[in-house]
């Protein structure tokens, strides 16, 4: 189920930290970046092209892939035909078409929310915190 959801776990490709890369990237499989990308990010693959934004990374241009997780900075429209998971220090600058969306609080959008046909709305339980007083 895990996989079915967030997609492929499997890293393919890295862009490293304090590596920019200036140019359109067309990816297979899994790709984590890291560092910083001048262009456009494109999965080759529509069912399994999974992108993973670290939290110091930032991306400047479009974005399409079946799966991606986001905890850093996208500048330009982004289109994700499966599930999009935005974790507390995302940062979206331009419209997310989506199908499946979670999104963390703290997590960042300026743009618009567009849900791809057949889309469907996921609530997330919080996980219960245990404090001593």
Request: include cysteine; proline fraction near 5%; glycine fraction near 12%.
């Amino acid at each position: 189920m895990f996989k079915n959801k967030k997609g492929s776990q499997r890293i393919d490709s890295l862009i490293g930290n304090g590596t920019t890369v200036t140019g359109d990237i067309q990816f297979v499989g899994g790709l984590r970046v890291d560092g910083n990308v001048i262009g456009n990010v494109v999965a080759q693959d529509e069912k399994n092209g999974t992108l993973v934004v670290s939290e110091k990374a930032q991306v400047r241009g479009r974005v399409n892939c079946s799966h991606l997780i986001l905890n850093g900075e996208v500048n330009g429209p982004i289109e994700v035909t499966q599930y999009v998971e935005l974790q507390p220090k995302a940062r979206v600058l331009g419209d997310l078409t989506y199908k499946v969306l979670e999104m963390h609080p703290g997590a960042l959008i300026e743009g618009r929310l567009v849900p791809l046909a057949g889309a469907r709305m996921v609530t997330v339980t919080p996980e219960p915190t245990t404090e001593e007083a």
